[in-house]
Protein backbone atom coordinates (compact mmCIF):
# COMPACT_ATOMS: atom_id res chain seq x y z
CA UNK A 1 0.00 0.00 0.00
CA UNK A 2 1.29 3.30 -0.77
CA UNK A 3 0.14 6.54 0.95
CA UNK A 4 0.22 9.87 -1.41
CA UNK A 5 -0.09 13.60 0.36
CA UNK A 6 -0.57 16.87 -2.09
CA UNK A 7 0.16 19.88 -0.45
CA UNK A 8 1.40 23.30 -1.85
CA UNK A 9 -1.78 24.64 -3.43
CA UNK A 10 -2.92 27.99 -3.51
CA UNK A 11 -4.29 30.85 -4.97
CA UNK A 12 -2.34 33.32 -7.14
CA UNK A 13 -2.65 35.45 -10.07
CA UNK A 14 -2.45 35.02 -13.75
CA UNK A 15 1.20 34.64 -14.48
CA UNK A 16 2.24 33.71 -11.02
CA UNK A 17 4.03 29.99 -9.93
CA UNK A 18 3.35 27.24 -7.78
CA UNK A 19 5.30 24.16 -6.68
CA UNK A 20 3.18 21.18 -5.77
CA UNK A 21 4.75 18.44 -3.66
CA UNK A 22 3.68 15.02 -2.97
CA UNK A 23 5.08 13.01 -0.32
CA UNK A 24 4.73 8.98 -0.37
CA UNK A 25 5.05 6.50 2.47
CA UNK A 26 4.02 2.87 2.99
CA UNK A 27 5.23 0.31 0.40
CA UNK A 28 6.67 2.61 -1.58
CA UNK A 29 9.85 2.36 -4.00
CA UNK A 30 11.61 4.95 -5.90
CA UNK A 31 11.03 2.27 -9.01
CA UNK A 32 7.92 3.54 -9.34
CA UNK A 33 6.68 6.04 -11.51
CA UNK A 34 4.13 9.35 -10.71
CA UNK A 35 2.37 11.41 -12.53
CA UNK A 36 0.34 14.53 -11.44
CA UNK A 37 -3.35 14.69 -12.62
CA UNK A 38 -5.98 17.53 -12.49
CA UNK A 39 -9.65 17.85 -12.73
CA UNK A 40 -11.39 20.96 -12.87
CA UNK A 41 -15.18 21.46 -12.07
CA UNK A 42 -17.68 20.21 -14.49
CA UNK A 43 -14.74 18.11 -15.85
CA UNK A 44 -13.39 14.99 -15.97
CA UNK A 45 -10.03 14.56 -14.42
CA UNK A 46 -7.23 15.01 -16.88
CA UNK A 47 -3.17 13.91 -16.83
CA UNK A 48 -0.79 16.59 -16.26
CA UNK A 49 2.69 14.96 -15.93
CA UNK A 50 4.86 12.22 -15.14
CA UNK A 51 7.87 10.63 -14.22
CA UNK A 52 9.64 7.80 -14.38
CA UNK A 53 12.20 6.10 -11.69
CA UNK A 54 14.33 7.14 -13.81
CA UNK A 55 13.40 10.51 -14.17
CA UNK A 56 12.22 10.53 -17.49
CA UNK A 57 9.51 12.95 -18.16
CA UNK A 58 5.99 13.33 -20.27
CA UNK A 59 3.93 16.20 -20.47
CA UNK A 60 0.55 17.09 -21.54
CA UNK A 61 0.46 19.38 -24.78
CA UNK A 62 -1.00 22.70 -22.44
CA UNK A 63 1.48 22.11 -19.96
CA UNK A 64 4.38 21.51 -21.97
CA UNK A 65 6.62 24.59 -21.82
CA UNK A 66 5.07 26.27 -18.19
CA UNK A 67 5.35 22.90 -15.63
CA UNK A 68 7.91 21.26 -14.58
CA UNK A 69 8.09 17.45 -12.89
CA UNK A 70 10.75 16.02 -10.66
CA UNK A 71 11.46 13.73 -7.85
CA UNK A 72 13.51 13.27 -5.07
CA UNK A 73 13.79 9.69 -4.28
CA UNK A 74 16.16 9.52 -1.45
CA UNK A 75 13.03 11.66 -0.02
CA UNK A 76 10.07 9.88 -1.85
CA UNK A 77 8.70 13.33 -3.01
CA UNK A 78 7.80 14.15 -6.52
CA UNK A 79 7.21 18.21 -7.20
CA UNK A 80 5.14 19.83 -9.78
CA UNK A 81 6.70 23.58 -10.89
CA UNK A 82 3.91 25.60 -12.57
CA UNK A 83 5.07 28.40 -13.99
CA UNK A 84 3.41 31.48 -16.18
CA UNK A 85 -0.10 29.68 -14.63
CA UNK A 86 -3.61 30.57 -16.35
CA UNK A 87 -7.01 31.10 -15.54
CA UNK A 88 -7.48 27.35 -16.80
CA UNK A 89 -4.85 25.78 -14.93
CA UNK A 90 -7.64 26.08 -12.02
CA UNK A 91 -8.35 22.73 -11.12
CA UNK A 92 -7.41 20.20 -7.87
CA UNK A 93 -4.41 18.45 -8.64
CA UNK A 94 -3.63 14.51 -7.48
CA UNK A 95 -0.48 13.08 -7.50
CA UNK A 96 -0.70 9.70 -8.39
CA UNK A 97 1.90 6.22 -8.21
CA UNK A 98 2.39 3.36 -9.90
CA UNK A 99 4.98 0.53 -10.80
CA UNK A 100 4.03 0.91 -14.69
CA UNK A 101 5.15 3.50 -16.74
CA UNK A 102 2.39 2.93 -19.38
CA UNK A 103 0.01 2.45 -16.75
CA UNK A 104 0.60 6.15 -15.95
CA UNK A 105 1.50 7.67 -19.10
CA UNK A 106 -0.95 5.66 -21.48
CA UNK A 107 -3.97 4.20 -19.69
CA UNK A 108 -3.79 6.91 -16.85
CA UNK A 109 -5.02 5.09 -13.94
CA UNK A 110 -2.56 4.62 -11.56
CA UNK A 111 -2.80 2.30 -8.36
CA UNK A 112 -2.39 4.80 -5.46
CA UNK A 113 -3.87 8.65 -5.50
CA UNK A 114 -3.79 11.39 -3.03
CA UNK A 115 -6.46 13.32 -1.99
CA UNK A 116 -5.47 16.18 -3.71
CA UNK A 117 -4.85 19.53 -3.66
CA UNK A 118 -6.91 23.33 -4.81
CA UNK A 119 -5.13 25.54 -7.18
CA UNK A 120 -7.21 28.69 -8.10
CA UNK A 121 -5.57 31.17 -10.42
CA UNK A 122 -7.53 34.19 -10.57
CA UNK A 123 -7.62 36.45 -13.63
Known amino acids: QVQLVESGGGLVQAGGSLRLSCAASGRTGSTYAMGWFRQAPGKEREFVAA???????YYADDVKGRFTISRDNAKNTVYLQMNSLKPEDTAVYYC?????????????????WGQGTQVTISS
Open 96 to 112: AADPAWGVVVTTRKPSY
Open 51 to 57: ISWRSNT
